[in-house]
C-alpha cells in the first residue's frame, strides 16, 4: 500500500508504538524522516536512533523511545501533523509559532534543511510547518 503522507505515518507508528507501550520502533527511511529523528534525539524525544540503509528500498530508521524513569510514561505526550499533502502550511519566519510557549517544539523544512522553529527564527528563514512535538 502506498503511502500518501510519509510524515503522518511515520508520527502515528510513534505514537502508536508509544501507547503500546514498546521500546523501540521501525518505520521505512527518507531524507525528510532522518532530519525529524535527528531533531528528535537532540531536543531528548528519543533515547538514540539508527539508519539501515541496507534494508529495504530506501532502509530503515529504528528509534529507541524515552520513557520517564519513575512514572514510566513516555516523554513525547503530543505529536500533530500541520502541514498536510490537501493543506500546505507556510510560515515566514516572523510568524513561527511557538508550540505550547515555546516548551514544546515545531519542526519546518526550511531552504536550509529540516530543523526546528528556534532555529529557523534564528537563521531567519520560514517554510513549511511539518509538526509540533511537546
Request: positive net charge.
Amino acid at each position: 500500500m502506498a503511502v500518501t503522507d510519509p510524515i503522518a505515518d511515520y508520527l502515528t507508528r510513534l505514537r502508536n508504538a508509544q501507547q503500546a507501550k514498546h521500546r523501540v520502533v521501525e518505520i521505512p527511511s527518507s531524507k525528510m524522516k532522518k532530519s525529524i529523528t535527528e531533531i528528535l534525539y537532540d531536543q531528548g524525544y528519543i533515547l538514540k536512533y539508527k539508519f539501515d540503509d541496507e534494508a529495504g528500498k530506501n532502509g530503515i530508521i529504528t528509534i529507541a523511545i524515552k520513557y520517564d524513569s519513575k512514572t514510566n510514561l513516555p516523554v513525547i505526550q503530543k505529536l500533530g501533523r500541520i502541514s498536510k499533502p490537501g493543506l500546505r502550511k507556510y510560515v515566514n519566519s516572523s510568524e513561527i509559532p511557538r508550540a505550547i510557549n515555546g516548551l514544546g517544539v515545531n519542526i519546518i523544512s526550511t531552504s536550509k534543511g529540516v530543523m526546528t522553529g528556534k532555529q529557523a527564527t534564528r537563521q531567519n528563514v520560514g517554510g513549511e510547518l511539518l509538526c509540533y512535538i511537546y
